[in-house]
């Protein structure tokens, strides 16, 4: 008899209340509530996107030179705009969804005084 093992790893649904980031080709790009509590951002935060030389993906909180996050009205979310940065991050990953979402560790790797999170792009979530 074969068993097939479901659990968090390799389901596309998420639960409530994961740390997630998601990324849509049209450029609404969204920050779960979960994460933007663990991480303590909010409305007119800035966040940029960044990669490091062995392909990992990363989020920096506080450039000044990121994304402006928004909080939509009736949202527990916070989302930024950019149809560029979804589709460069989508294309490196050979995703060819129109969105996909990834769980965010919010224990930072702190490098040069800087806080990095690292998405973990092996188990992507699937749009809806």
Not at 12 to 19: H, N, V, Y
Not at 56 to 69: A, Q, S, V, Y
Not at 97 to 120: A, H, M, N, W
Request: aromatic fraction near 8%.
């Amino acid at each position: 008899m074969g068993f097939t093992k479901f659990n968090a790893s390799n389901m596309e649904a998420t639960r409530q209340g994961d740390c997630t980031i998601r990324f849509a080709r049209c450029g609404k790009n969204t920050v779960s509530k979960a994460l933007a509590t663990a991480l303590n951002i909010k409305d007119g935060d800035k966040l940029s996107i960044v990669q490091d030389d062995e392909t990992d993906w990363h989020l920096l909180l506080g450039d000044n030179e990121g994304f402006t996050l928004r909080k939509p009205k009736d949202a527990g979310c916070l989302i930024f705009q950019s149809t560029a940065m979804a589709r460069t991050i989508l294309d490196a990953l050979d995703h060819e969804d129109e969105s996909i979402g990834f769980r965010v560790v919010t224990t930072p790797q702190k490098i040069d005084g800087e806080e990095y999170y690292l998405l973990l792009t092996a188990g992507p979530i699937k749009g809806r």
